[in-house]
């Protein structure tokens, strides 16, 4: 009777062997579905080129940069979703060490432009005709740079508000309440909201 | 030496049943594989059936019978399939996937196989020199430890997966506001 036991339990293992296998199987096809889509969660370093070590302010971002130890600059765009939901969330509640930079789309002014909203203006600039973007040969929004000592250092992709507060938090630019305030805004199974 | 001997023989069953349960999930890579080793045509469905169920076989044979010599045979001999089809790879003009463990390593056929062909061998000499032996009951047991282990490596990489999937569905947080229609009709159900 326990012999019986045990070989049907060993038979039940081998059904749940094959069953994960099977679910590992759709987990890694929704990956490749999310890769092919764009949808997913990881930055693509940017190269900046010659512009590597050099002051922000060359490039017609504001002066104040070049004196900062360390910042992030985000460039945000009306037109693209993840650019509204990452200002959505900065709305009201931008981090210190943040300057956020919008790709006006041709308007020369911020009336209209959505992604502005709640944004502190002392911190946003606009981007008229793309110029900043152009001559950092930015070609993608959202898109982040890191300033180190007043230098423009490294860039990458920002798929996620998540990523950006990562990129924050690496600079150690970001205040423990700040990030409290992100996290009850996120929603996530299991946590009250 | 004797628990080291046991111990070899249970890791061998797990890789020989993980592998045989592997190639029959995905009998088309494995299937593709022996096609670009040269199987004829004729003999693909069999050997694509039969050297999984050889594996599977062999490993719970181990289990169940330690002291046996033929499961060490069996073992030893399908250790030189591997490392023959190593080398088929190797002459291969195009890399041949591996479909070892199903779909899961990304690699080609070729050193791998042949590299492991003497461990095979090596992990046979302390079996053979401790001679490991059990009942039955307790090969039932060890047959179920080791499918239930197995399982367990299977749920650790599930585990990994569906946070990954979770991360990402969450960073992807919907910026698009309802239609005017639809907050209509949740005022009126009020």
Redesign the interface.
């Known amino acids: 009777m326990?012999?019986f036991l045990?070989?049907a339990?060993?038979i039940l293992?081998?059904l749940?062997?094959?069953l994960?296998?099977?679910?590992?199987e759709m987990?890694?096809s929704?990956?490749q579905l999310?890769e092919y889509s764009g949808?997913?969660?990881r930055p693509t370093r940017i190269d900046l080129g010659d512009a590597v070590g050099e002051k922000p302010s060359h490039y017609g971002l504001p002066e104040a940069l070049d004196s900062t130890g360390s910042a992030v600059i985000v460039f945000l765009s009306d037109k693209c979703?993840?650019c509204?939901?990452i200002a959505?969330a900065l709305a009201g509640n931008m981090p210190p060490g943040l300057t956020v930079v919008v790709d006006s789309g041709g308007a020369d002014s911020t009336r209209g432009l959505v992604v502005t909203r709640g944004l502190d203006p002392a911190r946003t600039v606009i981007d008229l005709d793309r110029q900043i973007m152009s001559r950092l040969g930015l070609t993608v929004t959202p898109a982040g740079i890191v300033i180190e000592n007043g230098r423009l250092a490294r860039a990458a992709t920002v798929?996620?508000?998540?990523?950006l507060y990562t990129i924050l938090e690496s600079i150690q630019a970001i205040q423990v309440d700040d990030r409290q305030s992100y996290n009850e805004n996120?929603?996530?199974?299991g946590v009250k909201s | 030496m004797a628990p080291v001997g046991a111990s070899i023989l249970l890791i061998i069953a797990g890789v020989l049943i993980w592998a045989g349960l592997e190639k029959f999930r995905t009998q088309r890579e494995f299937t593709s594989t022996l096609s670009a080793l040269g199987v004829p045509a004729p003999l693909l469905r069999a050997l694509g059936i039969g050297l999984p169920s050889a594996e599977i076989l062999t490993g719970v044979s181990v289990v169940v019978g330690p002291s046996a010599a033929w499961p060490r045979i069996a073992v030893l001999s399908l250790a030189l399939c591997f490392g023959a089809a190593g080398v088929l790879g190797l002459r291969a003009e195009e890399p041949i996937k591996c479909s070892c463990f199903g779909n899961e390593a990304h690699r080609s056929l070729g050193w791998f196989q042949i590299g492991t062909l003497p461990l095979w061998f090596l992990a046979m000499v302390p079996v053979v020199v401790s001679r490991p032996h059990w009942q039955f009951l307790d090969s039932m047991r060890n047959l179920v430890g080791v499918t239930l282990t197995i399982s367990l490596i299977r749920a650790l990489s599930l585990t990994r997966l569906r946070r990954v999937a979770t991360s990402d569905r969450h960073a992807f947080k919907p910026s698009i506001e309802p239609m005017p229609i639809f907050a209509r009709v949740l005022e009126g159900g009020k």
């Open positions: 326990i012999a045990l070989v339990l060993a293992a081998v749940l062997f094959l994960l296998g099977a679910e590992i987990f890694r929704l990956e999310r949808a997913i969660d979703a993840t509204r939901t959505g798929p996620s508000t998540r990523q996120l929603i996530e199974p």
